[in-house]
């Protein structure tokens, strides 16, 4: 008996390591193999470059101007690999949103286990890891899935101090974590962690929760973490400085005049979470009757269905605003699948146990294999892009337009926007001028100065030019 005990610890201890071991090769293999794929990752490591070259932590620029549109918590954790391994690259950028996710799956674990036993731990990390949302964002030098690290652990410290441990520390660390938060990406945070906390002790009348929502001491913590950079700047720019901001990403965002309708988020979710979702038609009476007489399960709802019906009311409207209640979500469906698991039989049952991870080895092999080669397109130029402009470092570099960040990050150096007017008044110096797209007719007499040409860049059909000016310029 004794052995066979011994048999059965080994082999769970077998497939845990081997879980374990497909999430990390889900986050961090080849994380740094890709240049970067979209314009916010290059935002992000032109902001640490020019931060890092600069030796200041506390003002962030990019492209050489005053950029303070993001709080800089994302920018100190990609600076702290930076600083060991001496230089700004994609794996560096990219490792604090892969650690964020490793957390939050580890936490997204550890509450499924509670709430109902480790089989719904281990499901709900089947069902966050195959999102197609979360997996990407874990695999990107974007500012999305720190911010979800933060604003899930900090909800996870608040749930268990509501249900498991009246401890104090937990209040504390909650706040902790949301001071956290809100240095990632500013008041947002409140709407993620404040607003489903709220609407939970009212609804349920939760003197816990209560309790949390009122500590004093825990408000000052979170306030002193998540203003203290807003603070410095303004002691060292004036509090004119934001009013920019507010208007851009606050005032526009919220009460813009375009935008996508307010389903739009119940296409992103359906999209990220297919086909796992689809269960939600099942007995949907049951779940709903079971959420509203567990109280952990009504505190997920509310995580997920409080900020849902808010940001549906903003204007502005991108999928990855939602990412911070992923983490709920999947436990929620987890809960449920696991309930109609255990209640079906034959071949319902056997497809129910194992879809998730057929679905997660796909994942696997996609970001394993087959996204160097599916997203090549974007980025082809970008090594020859970085190869020619920095084999004349002097030379200063211009841009029609204003430049895609991508450029700069490759170009390795600040590029200065110009109109199609003002690119005549540099013709006569030594420099380099990129122009994204067809040549304008104004510039036209420019293409005996053609030094090279990308095709494709960035996008399929689309094409740059990169034409030398002044002395290298034979044709000028």
């Known amino acids: 008996m004794l052995t066979m005990e011994m048999e059965s610890v080994r082999e769970r201890w077998f497939w845990g390591l081997l879980f374990i071991a497909l999430l990390m090769l889900l986050c961090l293999w080849g994380s740094g193999d890709i240049p970067f794929l979209s314009v916010n990752e290059a935002r992000r490591a032109v902001t640490v470059r020019e931060m890092y070259e600069a030796g200041d932590w506390m003002i962030p620029h990019m492209n050489g101007e005053l950029y303070l549109a993001k709080p800089p918590l994302f920018y100190w954790l990609a600076l702290l690999p930076v ?30 286990s509670r709430i109902a036993g480790p089989r719904v731990g281990v499901l709900a990390c089947i069902f966050l890891a195959a999102n197609a949302g979360f997996s990407i964002f874990a695999r990107r030098a974007e500012i999305e899935m720190t ?14 101090y509501v249900f498991h441990d009246t401890r104090r520390r937990w209040v504390l660390l909650s706040y902790a974590l949301l001071g956290c938060s809100l240095l990632t990406k500013g008041p947002v945070s409140l709407l993620l962690v404040t607003a489903p906390l709220l609407t939970f002790a009212i609804l ?36 004119g400085i934001w009013a920019s901001i507010l208007q851009q990403d606050i005032v526009n965002k919220v009460g813009g005049s375009h935008g996508e309708p307010w389903y739009a988020y119940l296409g992103y979710l359906a999209g990220d979470f297919f086909p796992f979702w689809l269960l939600l038609f099942v007995r949907p009476r049951q779940l709903w009757k079971s959420i509203r007489g567990n109280g952990e399960l ?30 709920a979500m999947a436990l929620l469906l987890a809960w449920h699948w696991l309930r109609l698991l255990d209640a079906w039989q034959g071949w319902k049952q056997r497809v129910l146990a194992w879809l998730p991870m057929f679905v997660l080895g796909g994942f696997i092999v996609f970001f394993a294999i087959l996204e160097p080669r599916v997203f090549a397109y974007r980025v082809e130029a970008l090594p020859r892009i970085s190869e020619t402009v920095q084999a004349h470092p002097a030379q200063a570099l211009y841009s029609l337009g204003e430049p895609d960040m991508r450029l700069v990050y490759y170009a390795g150096r600040p ?12 013709t006569a110096q030594d420099v380099q001028l990129f122009v994204s797209g067809a040549i304008p007719a104004p510039l036209q007499a420019l293409e005996p100065c053609v030094t090279e040409h990308f095709k494709p860049f960035l996008k399929h059909g689309k094409e740059a030019w990169l034409i030398a000016l002044g002395a290298r310029c034979s044709g000028h």
């Open 415 to 426: 590029v200065k926007p110009l109109a199609a007017e003002e690119a005549q008044t540099v």
């Open 147 to 160: 911010l979800t690290g933060f604003c899930f652990l900090a909800l996870l410290a608040a749930w268990f």
């Open 204 to 239: 349920q009348r939760s003197s816990r929760a209560r309790a949390l929502l009122c500590d004093r001491l825990g408000w000052l913590i979170a306030l002193a973490i998540g203003a203290s950079w807003y603070c410095v700047v303004t002691f060292q720019q004036g509090i």
């Open 83 to 112: 600083e060991l391994s001496g230089h700004v690259s994609e794996w560096a950028m990219r490792l604090p949103s892969a650690l964020s996710a490793l957390a939050v799956l580890a936490g997204v674990y550890l509450a499924g």
């Open 298 to 327: 009504m505190l997920l709802a509310c995580v997920v269905l409080v900020p849902l019906v808010i940001f549906s009311a903003f204007s502005d409207k991108h999928a990855k605003y939602l990412l911070p209640i992923y983490p």
